[in-house]
């Protein structure tokens, strides 16, 4: 049986390894001039990744162990865990709808197109506000989650 520090190490490491993953998706949004097809699914396969790799511990190991150890620490790391999920949620909401609305004006296949995207929907400005609500918000209570988590694992592990 593998013991419990092993698989700690092993899970911290994945959530660590998620974060690089997170940074260049967003950094191929932010460097891209004009979103194309292309570009949209060279971002998803990074964010994918880190999602995978942050999603997996969480499911397979941190859940199921949450109510043997619920105190004070844990219960703070597991709502800031599950407050950044509800805000991937949240800008989900955004990002499909915003993905219908380019879809259907070809802006992937051909975006030399002089459309604003604003013009494209009227609420394109709400689902754009989302988006970024959503993904801030994620990658505040992500990060909050991680530096709690990692003091978790640093006093509970090594320590």
Same mark, same amino acid.
């Given at each position: 049986?593998?013991?419990?520090?092993?698989?700690?190490?092993?899970?911290?490491?994945?959530?660590?390894?998620?974060?690089?993953?997170?940074?260049?998706?967003?950094?191929?949004?932010?460097?891209?001039?004009?979103?194309?097809?292309?570009?949209?699914?060279?971002?998803?396969?990074?964010?994918?990744?880190?999602?995978?790799?942050?999603?997996?511990?969480?499911?397979?190991?941190?859940?199921?162990?949450?109510?043997?150890?619920?105190? %004070?620490?844990?219960?703070?790391?597991?709502?800031?865990?599950?407050?950044?999920?509800?805000?991937? #949620?949240?800008?989900?909401? %955004?990002?499909?709808?915003?993905?219908?609305?380019?879809?259907?004006?070809?802006?992937?296949?051909?975006?030399?197109?002089?459309?604003?995207?604003?013009?494209?929907?009227?609420?394109?400005?709400?689902?754009?506000?989302?988006?970024?609500?959503? #993904?801030?918000?994620? #990658?505040?209570?992500?990060?909050?989650?991680?530096?709690?988590?990692?003091?978790?694992?640093?006093?509970?592990?090594?320590?």
């Amino acid at each position: 049986m593998v013991s419990e520090t092993v698989v700690a190490t092993l899970a911290a490491l994945m959530v660590t390894a998620s974060f690089p993953f997170y940074l260049y998706g967003a950094w191929i949004m932010i460097d891209a001039e004009t979103v194309t097809w292309d570009v949209l699914t060279y971002h998803l396969k990074f964010i994918v990744v880190g999602l995978t790799l942050n999603t997996i511990p969480v499911v397979a190991w941190m859940i199921p162990r949450l109510f043997k150890q619920f105190g %004070g620490l844990a219960a703070l790391h597991a709502i800031l865990g599950l407050q950044a999920y509800a805000m991937l #949620v949240f800008a989900l909401t %955004g990002i499909v709808r915003i993905f219908q609305a380019k879809h259907r004006a070809n802006l992937y296949r051909d975006p030399d197109q002089d459309v604003d995207l604003d013009d494209l929907h009227e609420n394109m400005s709400a689902w754009r506000g989302r988006l970024r609500i959503g #993904v801030f918000g994620y #990658v505040l209570f992500w990060i909050g989650a991680y530096l709690l988590g990692i003091y978790r694992y640093l006093t509970g592990y090594i320590f």
